[in-house]
């Protein structure tokens, strides 16, 4: 194309261009299945991720929240005064690959939706006790109420511990959700082994300086979990923060640590 050219075919690009953008940001709207997954039994969500598909990693989040071992350390750091901080907790699931092969290919995808045209991000629903494609409501999430559970990290009732994670959503908004799905696990495995060896800390992201710190409590931690579930997700798309509430029977997790 000829420089003289290219100003005359510029309006011609620049809605192509702010298209892309648009699609490539933040969306707002959800169905609400992804909102409120504990109002659905039986759905399986899964993420695409680069280049990996969403059936794929929905059949291992399917075999990771039925049953798996998390197995991980924390690390405290004891200040002067006996206050503790939590500064670092590493968690990865185990569970066995027969399980996977076991459900592989039998997920059936009853829904989907786009979280970013641009890098083709793709959300999916998947059942494997039916073929039934359901519809449910269209959120938007300008609509939505701000709940109170994102004020807080853990809590618990007489029958689960409820977890909550949140990650920024600047970037890959699958990324964003799956953190955040991480961290509300992880959230509970924190406060039960806290419950379990009477910690109490706060939580700081300052770094040790000098003797600030008297010394550091490594915790090996192998926790059996069972029954994993997602309860409500919520976009915080003015703050672009993605939360995650999720749950986790009492009855379900055991710790498998001296």
């Known amino acids: 194309m000829e420089p003289g050219n290219f100003k005359r075919y510029l309006h011609l690009f620049f809605p192509i261009i702010l298209f892309l953008i648009t699609e ?12 409120y997954p504990g109002r659905y039994q039986g759905l399986i969500t899964g993420y695409s991720y680069r280049g990996i598909p969403a ?10 929240y039925q049953r ?7 690390e405290i750091f004891d200040q002067e005064k006996n206050s503790r901080i939590l ?7 185990e569970y066995s690959p027969d399980s996977v092969e076991a459900i592989r290919g039998k997920l059936v995808e009853v829904d989907h939706f786009a979280v970013n045209m641009f890098t083709q991000d793709y959300i999916s629903a998947f059942r494997c006790d039916s073929v039934q494609s359901d519809s449910w409501p269209i959120l ?3 609509d939505l109420n701000t709940p109170t559970w994102i004020e807080l990290s853990v809590f618990e009732d007489e029958t689960y511990y409820y977890g909550v994670g949140m990650y920024t959503s600047r970037g890959l908004e699958n990324d964003a ?13 924190n406060y039960r082994l806290m419950k379990i060896n009477q910690i109490s800390m706060y939580q700081d992201g300052s770094q040790p300086v000098g003797d600030d710190y008297q010394k550091i409590t490594i915790y090996e931690i192998r926790f059996l979990l ?4 997602i309860m409500e997700r919520y976009p915080d798309a003015p703050n672009q923060m993605f939360y995650v509430l999720s749950r986790i029977p009492k009855a379900n997790l055991i710790p498998l640590y001296k």
């Not at 059936?55 to 990771?64: D, I, P, R």
């Not at 798996?68 to 924390?74: D, H, I, P, R, S």
């Not at 500064?87 to 699931?93: D, E, G, H, I, V």
């Not at 799956?178 to 495995?189: N, R, W």
Request: glycine share 4%.
């Open 226 to 229: 069972e029954n994993i579930q």
């Open 87 to 93: 500064k670092n907790s590493n968690y990865f699931y």
């Open 24 to 35: 490539a940001g933040a969306i707002d709207r959800y169905p609400e299945w992804f909102l």
């Open 68 to 74: 798996c071992f998390a197995v991980g350390t924390l």
């Open 55 to 64: 059936e794929s990693v929905a059949e291992n989040l399917y075999c990771a």
């Open 177 to 189: 959700w799956q953190t955040a799905e991480e961290q509300s696990i992880f959230s509970i495995l």
């Open 140 to 142: 938007e999430t300008k």
